[in-house]
């Protein structure tokens, strides 16, 4: 097993020639074989004995093979690769011209790569959670998204990083418009948020989302930083794609399913 206290970043290979991951779930097993990793995963009850194999072992894993032996694997948290589609503690009523901030706990995937360099060989990328698939929006201008079961909450809930492959997200809803904002589930896009680590905890960048009425679409702005609650933070993943301001979306529904 590796001697990192941290599961992210760089991990070098025990002497058994060996890696071990686990958070609430899931469990990842990296045996190094000359210039071969083999990987296996297990979801479910992570608690108590390491992975069971089958009664051929090696049959158990996934293979890959290199040209030289690796070393190490670089361990980076990415966000889930489709918008997710996220409901508040309670339904939200907007008054025309007012903010509220609301904290969202978001599942990870879990980027692995071969070498010490950050642009090393591409692994595998393995979801932390499995989700369900649902679809916001219309038929003609709907988004194929993930449900979550975490809801969004005023008050900044506590997350260990190592223990749950998990980031925390910071969302300020502004309402421009001169309408109430009604509101009981929305479509959060992350593709455009660094990942930020602070202590044991993980961190998206914040987003900023503005409501402009009921017959017009919404417009997000993508943080460059990390939410001050966030102290300290380190950026230990870049955005899928560059942060952007002003990015024009379909973000809300409200009751009746009412889509703005």
Known sequence: ??????????????????????????????????????????????????????????????????????????????????????????????????????????????QLSAGEKKSGEAIERIRGEILSDTWFGDLAGGVLCYAIKSRARRE???????????????IEIHNQSTEQLHCSKFCLRLDHCHLWQSGSSLWTSPVHIRFNGNDQLSAIDYGEKAPSEAKDAKKIAEATEAPLRGLIRRTFAGLGNSLT
């Open 1 to 110: 097993m590796s001697s990192d206290t941290s599961h992210w970043g760089l991990l070098k290979f025990s002497e058994q020639k060996e890696i071990r991951l686990e958070w609430n779930g899931l469990r990842i097993r990296i045996l190094k074989r000359e210039s071969d990793l083999l990987l296996v995963e297990h979801r479910g009850d992570t608690r108590g004995g390491g992975i069971q194999l089958g009664a051929d072992p090696e049959s158990d894993f996934r293979r890959y093979a290199f040209e030289d032996p690796v070393e190490a694997i670089r361990v980076q948290p990415r966000t889930p690769n489709r918008p997710l589609v996220v409901q508040p503690l309670h339904p939200l009523r907007l008054a025309p011209k007012a903010k509220v901030d609301f904290y969202v706990s978001i599942p990870l995937d879990i």
């Open 156 to 170: 900044c809930p506590v997350i260990d990083s190592e223990i749950t492959a998990r980031a925390l997200c910071k």
